[in-house]
C-alpha cells in the first residue's frame, strides 16, 4: 500500500510534470532528437521561408488585433466599474433607452476588423498558394512508410524511362517556390518539413499542391504528421536545399544517371541477378523498386536509383553511421527492426521469398552501395562543403564490408503475411 502523504507527491510531482510539460512543447517547437541518433534543427519560426514569414505576419496581425480588443474590453469594464461605483454616485442615474452611437460603433468595429483581417488572409493565401510560372513541380508520393519525391518537369534523358525520382531525400533548390503535390498509395499521411512551409494531409486518390520554399542552404528534417501505422515515427525525410547551380548540377547529373553494371563475378553481380530476377526466380527487388536505367521498374517500394549516394535508410530512421549498423538486418527481416516495415523477410520466413546465403546478401549490399550520383550531383558533399554547421549525416561506407553483420539466429518478429 502506498503509505507517502498526498501533499508530498504532489510537491514531488508537480513540478517534475511541468518540467517534463516544457520540454515536450520545447521538443516539439524546436526539434530534438529524443535519444536517437538523428541530427535535425527543427522549427517553425524559420524566417527562411518565404512562406512562413508570411504567415507569421498574418498570425502577428491577429494577435495585434487580439489585443487591442482586450486591452479596449479591459478598460473600457474598469473605466465601468470605477466610475459608477457605488460609493461615488449617491445620485439616481440618468434613465434613458439605448445608446445609438454606441451600438452602430459596437457592430462597425467588429464588422472593419473581420474585414481587415479577411483582406490580410487572401492576401496571404495569394502570396503562398504557388504559381505554375514560377513554380518548380515536385510530386510528394508517400506510401507505408517512406517517401518518393518525383520531378514531373524532369524527365530521365539517359537511356531509360521515368521522372527523376529520390526516395526519402528530397532535394530542392533555395529562393524557389516548390509546387509539392502530395498524394499516398494506401494510407492517409501528412507531409511536414517545419522549416520549409506548412503541413499538408496526402491522401490516397487525391492530389494537394501547395508550396514550400527558404532562402538558407542546408538540411532540413521532414516527417510524416497522420497516424499511419506501426512505424508512423519512422516516416521521415531529409530536404537537401541547395543554391541554384549545385541544384541544378543534381538534376543534370540525375536525367543522364544509369546505374553501374557490375562486372562479371563480381559480389555486385550477385546483388545485381537477386535484385533483378530474384532467388530461383522468386523474390525479385525489382518488382517493387526502382533503379533507373535497369529493368527494375517496380512502384511501389521507396526508389533505390541513388542508395550509395544516400546517407539514410529505412525513410529516415538511420542515417550516418546506423545505416551500415542496419543495413544488413534490414534486408534480411525488414519489420524486425522497422515495426510495420511491409518489405519481405529474406531469411526464410516469408512464404514464397527465398531465404538468402550470407554471399548473397552482401552481393546485395555491394549492389545498392555501387548505386552512386557521379560526384558532380552528389548532394551530401555539395551542402556540406557549403554549409559547414549543417546536421549532414556522416556518409555509408564504400563497400560492403562497412556493414554490421548480424547473428544469424536472430528471429525475433514474426514475419509480414503478404507478398510486398
Ligand atoms: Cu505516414 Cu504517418
Known amino acids: ?84 461605483r457605488e460609493d461615488k454616485n449617491t445620485a439616481e442615474p440618468a434613465q434613458f433607452h439605448g445608446n ?16 481587415v483581417l479577411g483582406l490580410l488572409t487572401v492576401r496571404t493565401m495569394a502570396r503562398t498558394i504557388p504559381t505554375p510560372t514560377a513554380a518548380i513541380p515536385l510530386n510528394a508520393v508517400a506510401a507505408q512508410f517512406y517517401w518518393n519525391f518525383e520531378y514531373p518537369n524532369e524527365k530521365v534523358t539517359a537511356p531509360a524511362t521515368g521522372l527523376v525520382t529520390n526516395g526519402n531525400e528530397l532535394i530542392v533548390p533555395v529562393k524557389t517556390p516548390i509546387a509539392v503535390t502530395a498524394t499516398s498509395r494506401d494510407v492517409i499521411h501528412g507531409f511536414w518539413a517545419p522549416n520549409l512551409g506548412g503541413q499538408r494531409d496526402a491522401i490516397p486518390s487525391v492530389k494537394k499542391t501547395w508550396q514550400i520554399d527558404t532562402n538558407s542552404p542546408g538540411v532540413y528534417q521532414g516527417n510524416c504528421t497522420l497516424l499511419c501505422g506501426a512505424s508512423h515515427a519512422n516516416m521521415r525525410f531529409k530536404v537537401i536545399a541547395l543554391p541554384q547551380a549545385d541544384f541544378d548540377q543534381f538534376v543534370s547529373a540525375a536525367k543522364g544517371y544509369q546505374a553501374p553494371a557490375p562486372a562479371a563475378n563480381s559480389p555486385e553481380a550477385v546483388g545485381y541477378g537477386i535484385f ?48 551500415d549498423a542496419n543495413l ?75 556493414v554490421t553483420v548480424p547473428p544469424t539466429t536472430a528471429q525475433t518478429e514474426p514475419a509480414p503475411t503478404g507478398g510486398n
Open 1 to 84: 500500500m502506498n503509505t507517502l502523504p498526498r501533499r508530498r507527491i504532489g510537491r514531488f510531482y508537480a513540478p517534475l510534470a511541468l518540467a517534463v510539460g516544457l520540454g515536450l512543447l520545447g521538443s516539439a517547437l524546436f526539434g530534438s532528437a529524443l535519444g536517437q541518433d538523428v541530427k535535425q534543427s527543427l522549427s517553425v519560426f524559420d524566417t527562411s521561408s518565404g512562406y512562413i514569414r508570411e504567415t507569421t505576419t498574418l498570425v502577428i496581425w491577429g494577435l495585434v488585433f487580439a489585443a487591442l480588443i482586450f486591452i479596449g474590453t479591459s478598460a473600457a469594464l474598469f473605466y465601468t466599474v470605477f466610475k459608477f
Open 276 to 323: 533483378m530476377q530474384g532467388k530461383d526466380g522468386a523474390g525479385a527487388c525489382a518488382a517493387c523498386h526502382r533503379v533507373q536505367g535497369t529493368p527494375a521498374l517496380g512502384q511501389s517500394g521507396p526508389d533505390l536509383s541513388f542508395f550509395g549516394t544516400r546517407r539514410t535508410l529505412g525513410a529516415g530512421k538511420w542515417e550516418g553511421k546506423d545505416v
Open 100 to 115: 445609438n452611437r454606441l451600438e452602430i460603433t459596437l457592430i462597425a468595429a467588429p464588422v472593419v476588423i473581420v474585414m
Open 328 to 402: 544488413y538486418q534490414w534486408l534480411r527481416a525488414s519489420s524486425s527492426i522497422k515495426p510495420g516495415s511491409v518489405m519481405p523477410h529474406y531469411d526464410g520466413s516469408t512464404p514464397n521469398y527465398p531465404a538468402l546465403t550470407n554471399a548473397e546478401f552482401m552481393g546485395l549490399i555491394a549492389y545498392l552501395k555501387s548505386l552512386k550520383l557521379p560526384t558532380g550531383g552528389n548532394y551530401w558533399n555539395q551542402i556540406e562543403a557549403l554549409v559547414p554547421n549543417a546536421p549532414v549525416p556522416a556518409p555509408q561506407g564504400a563497400t560492403a564490408q562497412s
